[in-house]
């Protein structure tokens, strides 16, 4: 009798660990598709972002460059002009962040270091263990006993 149902219980831990198997590979897939989606959003909003600054900041050039110009015209002195240099770089700059292939090519850059430089990804000191982490808990509670916080 305590034979059969060992038996019986250890099918029933087999059928259920595979069904908690089954349930953490969903959780981790759901995690993972989360946390994609989540980046995709972010990549959107700082595209959008740096159009919007793009905009701006084309407003701002065009303003400069008229008032350049125009102060270049009436005295006939080049140095009007000079400040147009760094100012066409930086709206040229913005213009490919905003609307051309900047961000693939900084994705190409990004892929290129973690297949062919991957040792500067490291993170210093490696990654936390579980044991570093209840270390670094147990020295924050000895500290909060040290030093408690005022009320």
């Given at each position: 009798m305590g034979n059969y149902i060992s038996i019986n219980l250890e099918d029933q831990y087999r059928k259920n660990e595979k069904f908690l198997?089954?349930?953490?590979?969903?959780?981790?897939?759901?995690?993972?598709?989360?946390?994609n989606q989540m980046a995709q959003r972010?990549?959107?909003?700082?595209?959008?972002?740096?159009?919007?600054?793009?905009?701006?900041y084309t407003m701002f050039y065009i303003a400069a460059g008229t008032g350049l110009f125009t102060g270049f015209r009436?005295?006939?002195?080049v140095y009007f002009l000079f400040p147009l240099l760094p100012l066409t770089f930086v709206n040229l700059y913005y213009w490919d962040l905003s609307y051309g292939n900047?961000?693939?090519?900084?994705?190409?850059e990004a892929e290129h270091i973690m297949t062919h430089e991957s040792d500067m990804l490291e993170l210093p000191c490696g990654l936390?263990?579980?044991s570093s982490l209840d270390q670094g808990r147990l020295e924050?509670?000895?500290?909060?006993?040290?030093?408690?916080?005022?009320?």
């Open positions: 198997q089954s349930l953490n590979e969903i959780s981790m897939e759901r995690q993972i598709q989360m946390r972010q990549r959107a909003m700082e595209i959008a972002k740096n159009r919007d600054l793009f905009l701006w009436r005295t006939k002195r900047k961000i693939h090519r900084i994705r190409m936390p263990t579980p924050e509670d000895e500290r909060k006993k040290i030093h408690p916080p005022l009320p």
